[in-house]
């Protein structure tokens, strides 16, 4: 009798809840960047890809970095809810659904993002006509959407039992269909729980794999070239680890707003912030290594062709931005999370920010200085061709986008429990028994 | 950029004439079609023409209209190529002062937008103490073409004569090849070019005359496939004064500038040619001939260069 009231109030603690005044604002804020970048793409559209002030040098911009960007931190869906679950880590389970609706929401960003990128997103169809295998945009497009079905599986199946809570003590009425409709035929019975723990189990083998080729292929993006700054056997694996980075960054981001916000002291605890804080030490000392791997043997060398790209990077015009995007985040978030303090909720936060900001950041600098850095001098163009800083329409496209993953997220968070009750349940009950 | 010059082609050709001829059969669409209302204002100024069946005859000026360039080929055609040729170029570095005739010209014929060139020269000074020279380049055609190898939907291929050609019909702007390709050859279409008139832009396209540009695509240089169909140079080679660029058939093992011929591989062996970053293994069709004995001084070409 009192386990089954532990599961009542776990059941009604987790329910989604009605957006307050604070959210409503919040909502607001990232509507109006939408609505902003529309607008700034219904102006490329008219106009042509002229509005950017990409040319023909930098003819990458930010609409590259940010795709790299959202591909990179979907990648914490399979660490989180793959890696740990088949490694048999129990305390990630109220992070799952955190890592996974940031995973389904940035690759559906990615998708778009690359689309505004084209100069003739009208032709996208041609992908499919005339696609030709031995381009890696086709392998990108491949495992992108594979990447996208599997999380959007992983997300699906642990919430179809969280459905009949929502169906019995929901008071959303508008709701009500949708979760009927996706879950009203859950009926926890035997047979169904050990499908769904078996194809959870096959598509957290399936998506390991499937995660390292999407970030591997858009490193190959850039490393299949010849260009100084990419032409580089170690960007797989430089790539991976700074996603991983960046996912873990991005989670920990979400876990102090939704516990803030959800009161979910009980559910996500201290403890999930010190074990998140370990994890994302261990994997900052990843990209660390990768990095130093990335530019020591290059500057070792100094190879004619490399030299101004790496001046350039290191002490020159990009030094700046570099050394911020090196220390702020990467190298200052670990030193904050190394010690036990610096693992509290709030510290913690701060880190996690400063480690997405730095990766953004990180990713307009593997696209930008290349290609600002040809083999043949830059010539016999005009001399803003010789440049790049974003055009307005790109700035507003790009906060768009990031906006528009962050309202997926909210609006995910209203609708559906972030944090599994079934799953939380479960282990509550194994606890017990133990 | 001095490659501003708006004046176009003037299709007015005694073909037109042969469309009067016709008239009586013109259907909507026709190029040759008389402008039908009978509203044209006669000038009163008559040119003489050869009809079809041979007679001269006189007609109005103002009846006389631009006709639009047809595709000579069909673009499953112009994807194959011209069979049993190979075409190569060779770039002679001690006749070129930067006087950019090539690359006026080139823009001109292809109506390349005013920011944009396919074809560039580099002032190049490999080493503080080696000699600096001016490097006209155009795209390599590389046999073995990073470009090609990237684009996802076979928008920029290559052909069995190594000429690799753009489709801008098909392309769709990812701009991947232009990240590829080691020579930074390779232009977008960032807006709709504004050297080109409006009826040219309504003619149909084809990729090898390479007109009109499509905004949204990539362009670059094409080795004039339109001009070789025709028996003639490529624009690039006739234009320079200097008979700095050579362009011929590898199979035939002859290169030409208009008015000096030579064996290609003799002139590659006499004269140590080279070819752009062979290190890469791209296996370019464009070789250079090193700038010795150099015809001017590097510093002649300073004036024209505003970088």
Redo the contacts between chains.
């Keep these: 009798m009192e386990q089954s009231l532990i599961d009542q109030k776990i059941a009604t603690d987790l329910l989604p809840k009605k957006f307050g005044t604070r959210s409503m604002v919040w909502i607001g804020i990232l509507l109006v960047f939408c609505v902003v970048g529309f607008y700034a793409y219904v102006l490329q559209l008219k106009?042509?890809?002229?509005v950017?002030n990409?040319?023909?040098?930098a003819?990458?911009g930010i609409y590259i970095s940010n795709f790299v960007f959202f591909v990179a931190i979907s990648l914490v869906g399979s660490l989180i809810t793959a890696v740990l679950r088949l490694t048999g880590t129990k305390w990630s389970t109220p992070l799952t659904r955190i890592a996974e609706i940031i995973a389904v929401s940035a690759i559906t960003f990615a998708s778009l993002i690359i689309i505004v990128?084209?100069?003739?997103?009208e032709?996208?169809y041609?992908?499919f006509?005339?696609?030709?295998l031995?381009?890696?945009?086709?392998w990108d497009?491949v495992v992108i959407s594979t990447y996208f079905v599997i999380s959007l599986l992983l997300l699906y199946i642990p919430l179809m039992p969280d459905m009949q809570f929502l169906i019995a003590h929901s008071k959303d009425k508008k709701l009500m269909w949708m979760y009927r409709f996706m879950g009203s035929f859950w009926k926890n019975t035997r047979l169904q729980r050990t499908l769904s723990k078996k194809a959870i189990n096959i598509l957290c083998v399936a998506i390991i794999p499937v995660a390292f080729s999407i970030h591997t292929v858009t490193s190959w993006?850039?490393a299949?070239?010849?260009?100084p700054g990419?032409d580089s056997t170690n960007f797989g694996a430089y790539f991976i680890s700074g996603a991983f980075l960046v996912g873990s960054g991005g989670v920990v981001v979400a876990m102090y707003v939704f516990r803030k916000y959800y009161k979910l002291e009980e559910y996500i605890k201290e403890e999930h912030f010190d074990k998140m804080g370990r994890i994302v030490v261990m994997l900052g000392m990843l990209y660390l290594y990768f990095n130093i791997n990335e530019f020591l043997t290059p500057l070792f060398k100094m190879k004619k062709s490399e030299e101004a790209f790496l001046n350039g990077l290191l002490i020159g015009d990009f030094a700046p931005v570099f050394w911020s995007a090196i220390f702020g985040g990467m190298i200052i978030p670990m030193l904050i999370l190394i010690f036990k303090k610096g693992r509290k909720p709030f510290p913690m936060f701060i880190a996690g920010i400063m480690i997405v900001v730095g990766a953004w950041v990180k990713r307009y600098l593997i696209v930008t200085p290349t290609?600002l850095h040809?083999?043949?001098?830059?010539?016999?163009?005009?001399?803003n061709?010789k440049h790049y800083f974003p055009s307005w329409e790109e700035w507003a496209i790009a906060f768009g986008s990031l906006a528009g993953a962050l309202l997926v997220i909210t609006f995910f968070a209203r609708i559906f429990p972030i944090i599994p009750i079934q799953e939380t349940i479960e282990e509550q009950h194994e606890k017990e028994h133990h | 950029m001095d490659t501003n010059n708006t004046s176009r082609k003037e299709f007015l050709a005694s073909i037109a004439a042969t469309g009067l001829a016709l008239a009586g059969c013109s259907s909507k669409g026709n190029p040759f079609e008389q402008t039908g209302d009978g509203s044209t204002e006669l000038t009163g100024e008559k040119v003489k023409l050869l009809s079809v069946d041979g007679q001269v005859i006189e007609v109005d000026k103002a009846y006389l209209k631009p006709v639009p360039e047809l595709p000579a080929v069909s673009n499953s055609a112009a994807r194959k190529g011209i069979p049993g040729k190979k075409f190569v170029m060779v770039v002679d570095l001690s006749r070129c002062k930067n006087l950019r005739k090539c690359q006026a010209a080139c823009n001109h014929v292809h109506h390349v937008h005013t920011n944009l060139n396919w074809l560039k020269v580099y002032p190049m000074e490999q080493d503080e103490h080696t000699a600096p020279y001016w490097q006209p380049t155009t795209c390599m055609h590389c046999d073995e073409p990073p470009c090609v190898k990237v684009c996802p939907v076979d928008a920029t291929f290559k052909r069995q004569d190594g000429i690799v050609l753009i489709d801008q019909d098909r392309c769709i702007g990812c701009r991947f090849c232009m990240a590829a390709c080691p020579y930074s050859i390779r232009v977008f279409n960032w807006e709709k070019s504004d050297t080109i008139s409006e009826e040219l832009c309504a003619q149909p396209y084809s990729c090898e005359s390479g007109v009109p540009q499509k905004i949204g695509t990539v362009g670059k240089c094409d080795f004039c496939p339109d001009m070789i169909r025709k028996s003639e140079l490529p624009h690039c080679v006739t234009a320079c004064p200097n008979g700095t660029f050579f362009f011929g058939d590898l199979n035939q093992d002859s290169v030409s500038n208009g008015s000096e011929t030579f064996r290609f591989s003799e002139l590659i062996r006499d004269k140590a040619g080279y070819q752009l970053m062979e290190d890469l293994g791209t296996k370019p069709s464009v070789y250079y001939l090193p700038p010795a004995n150099r015809n001017f001084p590097f510093e002649n070409g300073l004036e024209i260069d505003k970088g």
């Design positions: 106009r042509g890809l002229i950017t990409m040319r023909d040098y003819s990458w990128d084209m100069g003739r997103p032709r996208f041609n992908l006509l005339y696609g030709r031995q381009s890696p945009i086709i497009v993006l850039f299949t070239t010849y260009r990419w290609l040809p083999f043949l001098p830059m010539h016999n163009v005009p001399e061709y």
